[in-house]
């Protein structure tokens, strides 16, 4: 705001100047804050961080637009040009989640306690406001003659101590719901080093580290046992429990008639000749007139002790690049940089809702795998299944020990207010944790850390107002945005026919 005011102090500037001012702005961002990303595959980070720059820029470029037609309503323009954006962005292909605005606050769960209401969205609208108010300041504060008046300065304080203090009350006198009492749970972090090491070693070996980890954790009181994403596999779908390696985490589940497990497992599925296929189908022939198709899955499965059957979670919320190609018809060029990053054009297949996994007691656990932790809407689906518990299952080591694995662990304190679940963390590298209700972490590991680590955590079945409502801050921007463009849009026309004229 500041630079594009100092910008408008000198004589022409353009569209071109406020562009490059705009764009190498949020370039710089992007890299400051998610550098990290670039450490699974440098080529494909660098583009990710440019492209989202290009797209954060359309708003600011939408915003310069409604100062010229409606600047009484800029400020309003902005607000709603900027979350109409990281709402969108949540929700297509390219989506990009690591930015939006309300993240900033993961690191301080006292301080938007009210996310059960608002979400991150609420986040994002108070940092936008606090923004606009200061930014108002400044430019009264350098006209010369002219002082601040006292209700601009009213008008910021109540805007960031109404917030912060409602939350901070609300974060001391909370207390955490439960209709079941504690429920204790083991979750396992093998540190298997996932560039070099985690798809090299055999799993028989793998397997012997996760089991004698669970062995030193495991208490006749343990309801449930966590393995971290991708733990093992590629495995066949339907020899889930009966191939030679989970007939042994079913042994193990067993031999111990009061625990269940749920792991993240690689998945395929193989297609019967007369079976429906999926979009999201691979094929390979091995003799002319013989073709294998299949289809494969971030998955994550239960074992239940003398249960024949295990049941199958479909990880839906895909990384783009690394597990499926965004608008593969369109970027079909792009096949290469997949294939490098070990992906498929085909992509993961996918299942179009949310489920969850019920233990003997009845109580539902969420089967969260990774990427899917960090949209906040998304994760309500979960809780409207009959969740009581987050379970994430993780993979963060991916990043190497940077700021990455961090941010991915903060963001399960906003989704544990938002929903006001207890969440259980298990990491194969990165960090594993216990988060409870209020958003506070506990019992966090080290990075590079071969651990169980056993926690308590209180199901809770009550229903938040963001659960019920969802994102409605972020849907009250896009109408609103939309309703300013149009006005835009007949503005320009009227001043163009006027000229014309």
Not at 14 to 26: M, N
Not at 175 to 201: A, L
Not at 373 to 400: C, K, P
Not at 403 to 411: D, E, I, M, S
């Amino acid at each position: 705001l500041m630079a594009g005011a100092e910008l408008d102090e000198h004589p022409g500037p353009g569209k071109r100047e406020w562009f490059a001012l705009t764009y190498h702005s949020f370039v710089l961002w992007n890299i400051l804050t998610t550098f990290w990303v670039a450490n699974s595959a440098l080529m494909a980070g660098l583009l990710a961080m440019t492209i989202n720059a290009g797209f954060m820029t359309v708003p600011w470029l939408l915003y310069r637009r409604s100062q010229r037609y409606i600047p009484r309503l800029a400020g309003l323009a902005l607000i709603a040009f900027w979350i109409s954006f990281e709402y969108i962005h949540l929700r297509w292909d390219l989506t990009w989640p690591w930015l939006t605005l309300g993240n900033a606050f993961a690191e301080h769960p006292s301080w938007v306690q009210w996310y059960e209401y608002t979400g991150v969205f609420g986040g994002s609208l108070w940092i936008l406001l606090a923004n606009l108010l200061i930014f108002q300041i400044w430019q009264r504060y350098l006209q010369p003659g002219q002082g601040v008046p006292p209700v601009r300065w009213l008008a910021l304080a109540a805007c960031l101590l109404a917030p912060l203090g409602g939350s901070l009350v609300r974060y001391y006198t909370f207390e955490s719901h439960t209709t079941t009492g504690p429920t204790e749970i083991v979750v396992v972090q093998p540190n298997f080093e996932p560039h070099y090491e985690k798809f090299n070693v055999p799993d028989d070996r793998q397997l012997e580290r996760f089991l004698h980890l669970a062995d030193s954790a495991v208490t006749p009181q343990t309801r449930v046992l966590v393995f971290p994403e991708t733990s093992f596999g590629p495995l066949r779908d339907r020899e889930l429990g009966k191939d030679r390696l989970t007939r042994k985490l079913q042994q193990y589940v067993d031999q111990h008639p009061q625990l269940e497990l749920i792991a993240g497992l690689s998945v395929y599925h193989l297609f019967a000749n007369d079976e429906p296929r999926t979009p999201y189908v691979r094929s390979r022939v091995r003799t002319p007139g013989d073709t294998l198709f299949w289809e494969s899955y971030n998955a994550a499965v239960q074992f239940v002790p003398g249960r024949d059957t295990v049941p199958i979670y479909r990880k839906s919320k895909l990384v783009p690049g690394a597990e499926f190609l965004p608008y593969r018809r369109i970027f079909f060029f792009l096949e290469p940089l997949v294939n490098k990053l070990d992906g498929s054009i085909a992509g993961l297949g996918v299942q179009p809702s949310r489920s969850v996994f019920t233990d003997a007691n009845g109580i539902g656990y969420a089967p969260v795998i990774c990427y899917e932790s960090v949209f906040g809407e998304y994760h309500t689906g979960y809780i409207r299944a009959g969740a009581q518990v987050g379970l994430i299952m993780t993979n963060d080591g991916w990043w190497d020990n940077t700021a990455g694995h961090k941010q991915h662990l903060r963001y399960a304190s906003l989704r544990a207010i938002e929903t006001r679940r207890p969440f259980a963390r298990a990491a194969n590298t990165g960090i594993s944790a216990f988060i409870d209700q209020r958003g506070d972490i506990h019992q966090p590991t080290a990075y590079d850390e071969a651990v169980a680590v056993r926690g308590t955590v209180l199901p809770n079945d009550r229903i938040t107002f963001y659960v019920r409502w969802g994102d409605l801050i972020g849907r009250l921007a896009l109408f609103t945005a939309i309703v300013l463009l149009l006005n835009n849009f007949v503005k320009g026309r009227l001043r163009k026919g006027g000229a014309s004229e």
